[in-house]
């Protein structure tokens, strides 16, 4: 599924609509509901993700449909 | 953040990386994929509330495209946690009047057809549970779903009997099946 931006982020309020803190029963978008269930599900830490599926992910999210977000 | 972004990143490409760890497991563990499966299914009142909101035949189509590949895993108790969450999909999306965008899916090139028959080929065990989906999907175009749809994917003639020698039985079982030459007559 290719991850449009507007369905990882609130088209009104353009924030993300998961965060650390967001539940399965909180995501909004479709998108937002397999995100957050696969990160709870598959346990994915930093060290079971090399730097290139990182900054895939970062271009795919917010790079290229101009949300701005600065990573941790 | 962090974990939400590589959970996202497995989501990319046409699902190609979710597809890779779910066929094949997180470094050939499975436990994790059949619980997320099983999470899904829980949590699945609230996914229709999305699919409702979204209003898109679009979002429909992808979220069962984002679960495809655990039909074709190559552990059956994975397959099995895949079926049962689209046999629950399927009545549900019928009762939500949103079926005719998933029978799209489920014909198209690489689509739902594709991976039952994947499915079968891989874990003959599952083939009751599997006939009773690919009825419910495919109820729309029964003639056709076994005859011209299955032979566009198994081209070779004795494949194609040996699938339909396998699926005869549960579908002669089949309340759903049963219901839908009622119609026909």
Same mark, same amino acid.
């Given at each position: 599924?290719?991850? /449009?931006?507007?369905?990882?982020?609130?088209?009104?309020?353009?924030? /993300?609509?998961?965060?650390?803190?967001?539940?399965?029963?909180?995501?909004?978008?479709?998108?937002?509901?397999?995100?957050?269930?696969?990160?709870?599900?598959?346990?994915?830490? /930093?060290?079971?993700?090399?730097?290139?599926?990182?900054?895939?992910?970062?271009?795919?999210?917010?790079?290229?449909?101009?949300?701005?977000?600065?990573?941790? | 953040?962090?974990?939400?972004?590589? !959970?996202? !990143?497995?989501?990319?490409?046409?699902?190609? =990386?979710? *597809?890779?760890?779910?066929?094949?497991?997180?470094?050939?563990?499975?436990?994790?994929?059949?619980?997320? =499966? @099983?999470?899904?299914?829980?949590?699945?009142?609230?996914?229709?509330?999305?699919?409702?909101?979204?209003?898109?035949?679009?979002?429909?189509?992808?979220?069962?495209?984002?679960?495809?590949?655990?039909?074709?895993?190559?552990?059956?108790?994975?397959? @099995?946690?895949?079926?049962?969450?689209?046999?629950?999909? *399927?009545?549900? $999306?019928?009762?939500?009047? $949103?079926? +005719?965008? +998933? !029978?799209?899916?489920?014909?198209?090139?690489?689509?739902?057809?594709?991976?039952?028959?994947?499915?079968?080929? %891989?874990?003959?065990?599952?083939?009751?549970?599997?006939?009773?989906?690919?009825? @419910?999907?495919?109820?729309?175009?029964?003639?056709?779903?076994?005859? +011209?749809?299955?032979?566009?994917?198994?081209?070779?003639?004795?494949? =194609? $009997?040996?699938?339909?020698?396998?699926?005869? %039985?549960?579908?002669?079982?089949?309340?759903?099946?049963?219901?839908?030459?009622?119609?026909?007559?």
């Amino acid at each position: 599924m290719l991850i /449009p931006s507007a369905a990882v982020t609130s088209q009104k309020s353009e924030k /993300p609509d998961v965060d650390g803190e967001t539940t399965i029963g909180e995501t909004t978008s479709t998108t937002g509901f397999f995100i957050v269930s696969l990160a709870k599900n598959l346990s994915l830490t /930093p060290k079971q993700v090399n730097g290139t599926l990182i900054h895939l992910t970062y271009d795919l999210l917010f790079k290229g449909c101009g949300f701005t977000c600065r990573r941790k | 953040m962090i974990f939400f972004l590589k !959970a996202a !990143a497995l989501l990319a490409g046409g699902n190609k =990386y979710l *597809a890779h760890v779910v066929i094949k497991g997180v470094k050939g563990d499975f436990e994790p994929i059949v619980l997320w =499966y @099983q999470d899904v299914y829980a949590n699945i009142n609230h996914l229709m509330s999305l699919l409702v909101k979204e209003e898109s035949p679009e979002a429909v189509t992808n979220v069962l495209q984002v679960l495809k590949p655990g039909l074709m895993s190559k552990e059956e108790e994975v397959a @099995q946690a895949a079926i049962k969450l689209y046999l629950k999909l *399927a009545i549900d $999306l019928l009762s939500l009047d $949103l079926m +005719a965008p +998933a !029978a799209e899916w489920f014909f198209c090139e690489n689509g739902g057809l594709f991976a039952c028959l994947v499915c079968i080929k %891989r874990h003959p065990e599952t083939v009751e549970n599997i006939t009773t989906m690919m009825v @419910q999907f495919g109820a729309s175009n029964m003639f056709d779903l076994f005859t +011209a749809e299955m032979e566009k994917h198994l081209t070779d003639p004795l494949e =194609y $009997l040996n699938h339909v020698k396998l699926i005869l %039985r549960p579908l002669t079982d089949s309340e759903y099946s049963k219901e839908e030459v009622n119609t026909l007559n």
